[in-house]
């Protein structure tokens, strides 16, 4: 029995990990799940973003699944994303992103793994009278660990090749050292692999024009997090980008999407990104047969050629989780 920290959020946060729990409860009995509060209903309780006892209940957990949080607009806003994954050490983290609705002909299918604890994104601002100067850190041993995590990953997932994105043409120092780390580690353990670099803003055109030259992307934290919802533009959108938060102890996987308060509540999210998401769960879990249902019933629906709102289609959250269910018993 493996026990999991649900944590819905706001939002679609709450729609969409609903829908991709229920396909957890009818693929396994094997999980235990407890749900914990965080964002703004959190806030409400607790005067925090992510309670001291919410923490404790992941650390506590052997996998944690989460939807989504609105990020508040006021000075002193504590970001509960950024903090779970410093304190839980969260240092990678995946996101695949495959053409399963095939909205374009894109044939895309690659892995970004993206650097998650420090570089342009740690909200490490200071002002003066003049603007603002933003701390943005590059050390050896966080390249280091995101480039062998890429690595690890491009073998145990049969993939071929390892790109490393960055801009080490201007930020010679930093992301120089990100291409050495990857360089060194290309020649010493890089062995079956093939390696190649390019500088981020050429591989975002790249991407868009040609996504089948990539396969592994192992990047730095901004760079990934835009290149991420780029690459899910190619493929419908963000509906289809499931992510996963990783450490050497902990783990929390969750669509790779933010609230979005535009379509909360009407119950049209596209839930796609967070059950592909559970899905990596259950393989990080060792339910490798389990997660491969998931994600087959999940595509098989695309395949049907229905389509959820956001891909033009008419199947809201629900009936999409209701035609995943529907291909997961002929499996079971
Ligand atoms: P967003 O990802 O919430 O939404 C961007 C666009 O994509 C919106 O038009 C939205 O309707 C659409 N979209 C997103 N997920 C979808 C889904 N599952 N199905 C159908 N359409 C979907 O990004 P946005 O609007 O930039 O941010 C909204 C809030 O979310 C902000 O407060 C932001 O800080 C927060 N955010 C939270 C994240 C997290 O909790 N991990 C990650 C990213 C943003
Ligand atoms: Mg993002």
Redesign the pocket.
């Known amino acids: 029995m493996k026990s999991i920290c649900v944590l819905p ?1 706001d ?3 709450p729609e ?1 990990v609903g829908c991709a729990t229920r396909v957890l409860e009818r693929v396994t009995d094997q999980l235990e799940l407890h749900t914990a509060d965080i ?1 703004r209903a959190a806030f409400h309780r607790s005067g925090e973003h992510l309670p001291t006892d919410t923490i404790a209940a992941m650390e506590a957990s052997d996998s944690c699944l ?7 607009e006021g000075a002193g806003y504590d ?3 950024l903090r779970f994954r410093k304190e839980l050490d969260l240092f990678a983290n995946l996101r695949p992103v495959k053409n399963i609705a095939k909205v374009s002909t894109a044939a895309m299918d690659l892995l970004i793994v993206r650097e998650n604890t420090e570089g342009l994104y740690t909200m490490n601002e200071h002002e003066d009278d003049a603007g603002v100067t933003t701390m943005r850190r590059v050390s050896r041993s966080a390249c280091e660990r995101i480039v062998e995590k890429a690595i690890d990953e491009a073998r145990r997932t049969g993939r071929k090749s390892v790109c490393c994105v960055h801009k080490a043409n201007v930020l010679r120092k930093s992301d120089g050292l990100f291409l050495q780390v990857f360089r060194d580690a290309a020649r010493t353990r890089g062995q079956g692999l093939k390696f190649t670099d390019q500088l981020v803003d050429s591989a975002a055109a790249k991407m868009v024009t040609r996504p089948e030259a990539f396969d592994v992307v192992v990047t730095l934290n901004l760079y990934g997090d835009i290149l991420s ?1 780029l690459a899910a533009g190619i493929v419908g ?3 289809f980008a499931p992510s996963g938060n990783m450490g050497d102890r902990r783990s929390v996987f ?10 909360a509540g009407k119950g ?7 059950i592909l998401a559970a899905a990596m769960m259950l393989d990080h879990l060792g339910f490798s047969v389990e997660a491969s249902h998931v994600r087959e019933s999940t595509e098989q629906v695309y395949r049907k050629g229905l389509r ?3 891909v033009g289609g008419n199947l809201g959250s629900e009936k999409f989780t209701d035609r995943v269910l529907c291909n997961l018993k002929s499996m079971l």
């Open positions: 959020g939002g679609i946060g969409v964002g989460f939807g989504a949080v609105t990020s508040d970001s509960p994303v919802d959108g963000l509906g969750e669509p790779a999407h933010g609230s979005a308060p535009d379509i049209i999210a596209n839930p796609t990104a967070t959820t709102v956001d």
